[in-house]
């Protein structure tokens, strides 16, 4: 007897496909808060600036780029609203579908 699995995967896309370079890759770059949005932070080459990507797994994988520096990125589960950590320090919440920052607290202790 077959027992089935509790959870059914299904390989929507290949992040290599959408110029992805495969050392953006991991744990600390790649975001999959739900199954909405997988959010990248790269930086293809020392002389290329740092860059934030967005794919929209609900919307034909559409592919948005940004050039953000931040040292983590992660997306809400269903809106278009991104957070980033900057400096180690600083907290900001954009809205990019309005194209408004939301909040930004910047912690002044260890």
């Known amino acids: 007897m077959a027992s089935a699995l509790p959870i059914r995967f299904t390989e ?9 370079t495969p ?14 949005y997988i959010c990248v932070r790269q930086k293809p080459s020392e002389d290329a600036q ?3 990507i ?3 797994l609900k919307n034909n994988n559409e592919v948005i780029r940004r050039p953000i520096k931040a040292d983590s990125a992660i997306m809400h589960w269903h809106k ?9 320090r600083t907290l900001q919440i ?4 309005q194209k ?3 909040k930004s607290y910047t912690m002044n202790e260890d």
């Open 54 to 56: 967005i794919i929209n």
């Open 94 to 97: 954009f809205d990019l579908g």
């Open 12 to 20: 929507l896309l290949q992040l290599t496909q959408v110029d992805i």
């Open 100 to 102: 408004l920052k939301l």
């Open 23 to 36: 050392s953006a890759i991991g744990f600390n770059s790649c975001t999959l808060e739900s199954d909405t």
């Open 50 to 52: 740092p860059e934030v």
């Open 80 to 88: 278009q609203v991104i957070a980033l950590k900057a400096n180690q």
